[in-house]
Nanobody, 121 residues
Framework: QVQLVESGGGLVQAGGSLRLSCAAS????????MGWYRQVPGKQREMVAG???????NYVDSVKGRFTISRDNAKNTVYLQMNSLKPEDTATYYC???????????????WGQGTQVTVSS
């Protein structure tokens, strides 16, 4: 199967920056779309940013101009550069990938374990 491992979360003051990374590993045939979601307790998980295998990106309106998603296909890794962070960005951030494992040859959705981002005012 495919495993996703996030890193880079932490505590930062408002206006600061963080960079999240998510590395995919396992028996990977191909990784298609990748993205970042976030969730706060009591609320639904929301998509923050997505990127296709070709590099096309999309963002939720609240992070446009502040966050940048990128990926390194050779390393099976997706990044989220977060600048000008606000307290309302505080959440658990999850990496997501649509990937095909060599064992199944079927496109499936995979999730990381989540990394906490806390922005203090």
């Amino acid at each position: 199967q495919v495993q996703l491992v996030e890193s880079g979360g932490g505590l930062v003051q408002a206006g600061g920056s963080l960079r999240l990374s998510c590395a995919a590993s396992g028996h990977i045939f191909r990784i298609n779309d990748m993205g970042w979601y976030r969730q706060v307790p009591g609320k639904q998980r929301e998509m923050v940013a997505g990127i296709t295998s070709g590099g096309s990106t999309n963002y939720v309106d609240s992070v446009k101009g502040r966050f940048t998603i990128s990926r390194d296909n050779a390393k099976n890794t997706v990044y989220l550069q977060m600048n000008s962070l606000k307290p309302e960005d505080t959440a658990t951030y999850y990496c997501n990938a649509e990937a095909i494992a060599t064992s199944t040859l079927r496109n499936r959705n995979y999730w990381g374990q989540g990394t906490q981002v806390t922005v203090s005012s």
